[in-house]
């Protein structure tokens, strides 16, 4: 993992644009008053919600996109309860106050034969990463992006204009149908990749990270797991690993070789 | 400026915020935040003889102003929080209180006898409620002789300030207070978490693995408040306050109540700046109000 981490900070964001992609997904982009600090690949963010009884806690989203020249960051958010929706209902304008950059984030690769794997919401960290690795490691990006149907997909285009990208749909409205690990790119002899990162739902991880081994290619994956605090102080977002028991998840991770956890795949 | 100087037992503090255990690791994960030297002082993440691993996850559930937490305290044991993270944390200007824990009266001592060595570390905090243990923890603070027990074994092997943070779930929280105090408790805390639990009806499964876990936050602040008032007033020691507290107005809540410091905990969550955020208000309350020492509203409720 990248050991050149920012110090972590509160900010109150201006929202400059809340784009509605589809019924499940939408994307803020957010404006800092200053200089945005370095931001990695797989870092995340704390958002708060309110003061509302039942949005108490900020709720952790990974960072999507960030433009330095125009110090704003993009996040990538799901509908998937109170909060997330309330956040669907900002309006341009508004403050949002968000602790950031969280975690730790995604590792070079050993080579440049990468595969970058999302699924649904856990597109967001592949967009950054793929962005980041073209830039910063001379790498391009191949993306597998898996989705239920084709009116989830979210912003081809972004992820086209980085690298190949390849789709998976549950239905068979886009791209090949089935799941992502049934698709040929990672079914060919020449599908050994030197690694595969990855983020989505953790059974899609699971599979990932079985179809990898089989690979012999490394695999980090990355979690999303329920937290309270994001900075390591309120234990409740840990995972099993094999060589330290129970970690925390905001500041170990999100981001982990696959072969450190205890997954029975 | 007034001056905020209180005590909590033996030992003076500079100001009355401190952070609640479990709530603030041990301080360096908010370095980034605050400064941490300028606090009144840090319990740090409890600690056994022993490493714990905890409970599976999930360990969390939020609830209407609140969170449920199911850690299940853990640490790595003693001998590492002496040899790794006392070092590192002695550079803070403020003082470090471990909170000491145990399965057996033993483990209490063994911890406590050991953190009595560290020069740095001017107190402890004796744990009997956490609800997140099998064994010890709240069962020592649920069961009036079993609280007098641990406390008086404790007291015996660790001289310097002892306090004891006790439960909220028990019927009389005043008569633990009183026996506590008889049995050598420099200063009481309270309270800890209330035991509670959340269900999915969608799942028809319980949301912590655990089943039952402590509940904490503004959803606790009324009764927190209800059990410092009633025992600051029938105790002779400082009482340390905690339960909810989210800004300076509910601590200063809590110095009405006969608290004579507090504690900030799940706000740390919500805001990793908060706790500066309530030093400074305290301030301002009783520059505001024509208050020259914090021990001027220590009490002071109106009735």
Redesign the interface.
């Known amino acids: 993992m990248n050991n050149i981490k920012a ?4 900010e109150d964001f201006t929202i400059i644009e809340n784009k509605r992609l589809n019924k499940e997904f939408f994307i803020l982009k957010l404006k800092s008053a200053g200089e945005l600090p370095v931001i990695l690949p797989g870092q995340f963010a704390e958002v ?1 919600i309110d003061d509302n ?2 949005t ?3 709720r952790p989203i990974s960072i999507y996109n960030v433009d330095y020249s125009g110090n704003t960051i993009e996040l990538l958010i799901k509908i998937a309860g109170d909060g997330t929706k309330k956040l669907s209902e900002l309006k341009d304008g508004g403050i949002l106050n968000i ?1 950031y950059p969280l975690g730790n984030s995604f590792s070079k690769p050993a080579g440049t034969k990468v595969l970058l794997i999302g699924g649904g919401t856990g597109v967001a960290p592949m967009l950054i990463l793929g962005k980041y690795m073209k830039a910063n490691w001379g790498i391009e990006p191949l993306f597998l992006l898996g989705y239920r149907s084709d009116k989830l997909i979210i912003e081809k285009e972004r992820f086209e204009a980085l690298g190949k990208v390849y789709i998976t749909t549950e239905d068979g409205s886009d791209g090949y149908k089935g799941f992502v690990t049934q698709h040929p790119i990672l079914n060919e002899p020449e599908s050994n990749f030197d690694i595969i990162y990855t983020c989505g739902p953790e059974i899609m991880m699971k599979a990932i990270a079985k179809k990898a081994k089989e690979l012999n290619s490394a695999c980090e994956v990355s979690l999303e ?5 994001g ?10 690993t094999k060589d330290k ?2 970690v925390n998840t905001c ?1 170990e991770g999100p981001v982990f070789n696959s072969e450190r956890l205890k997954w029975q795949i | 400026m007034a001056n905020l100087k209180t005590n909590i037992g033996k030992l003076e503090i500079k100001n009355p915020v401190m952070t609640a255990s ?4 041990f301080g360096t ?2 370095e ?2 605050i400064d941490i030297s300028r606090l009144g002082g840090i319990l740090v ?1 409890g600690i056994t003889g022993a490493e714990r ?2 409970n ?5 559930a ?1 609830t ?4 449920l ?1 199911a ?1 299940g305290l ?1 640490n790595k044991g003693i001998d590492y929080f002496v040899e790794h993270i006392y070092p590192e944390i002695s550079k803070f200007d403020t003082e470090i209180i471990v909170n000491v824990n145990g399965g057996t009266i033993e483990e209490y001592i063994d911890v406590a006898s050991k953190v009595e060595k560290l020069n740095k570390i001017k107190a402890i905090e004796l744990n009997i409620s956490c609800p997140n243990v099998k064994q010890g923890g709240m069962v020592f603070g649920t069961h009036c002789p079993s609280a007098v027990a641990v406390t008086q074994a404790v007291r015996n092997a660790y001289s310097k300030t002892l306090m004891v943070k006790l439960s909220p779930n028990v019927t009389n929280i005043v008569d633990f207070a009183l026996a506590v105090e008889e049995a050598g408790a420099d200063s009481i805390s309270l309270i800890n978490t209330l035991l509670g639990m959340a269900i999915d009806a969608k799942t028809r499964k319980p949301l912590l693995s655990t089943i039952t876990g402590g509940l904490s ?3 606790v602040k009324p009764v927190a408040l209800r059990m410092v008032w009633q025992v600051a007033k029938s105790v002779k020691i400082p009482v340390i306050g905690m339960g909810g507290i989210m800004n300076a107005t509910d601590a200063i809540e809590f110095f009405l109540a006969g608290a004579s410091a507090i504690q900030v905990g799940t706000a ?6 908060v706790t500066i955020e309530i030093l400074e208000g305290i301030n301002e309350y009783l520059d505001n109000n024509g208050f020259s020492c914090l021990s001027e509203i220590v009490g002071a409720l109106d009735i």
Not at chain 1, 7 to 10: D, F
Not at chain 1, 225 to 229: A, I, S, V
């Open positions: 110090k972590k900070r509160v708060r009884p039942t108490f806690l900020r602790v797991n329920l937290m309270g605090c900075i390591g102080a309120c234990l409740c977002c840990i995972v099993d028991g129970n500041t | 479990g709530t603030f690791g994960e908010y980034d935040f993440k691993q905890g599976p996850y999930p360990r969390m939020e209407p102003s609140g969170m937490n850690v853990q936050g503004p959803a740390n969550f919500i805001n990793p700046a």
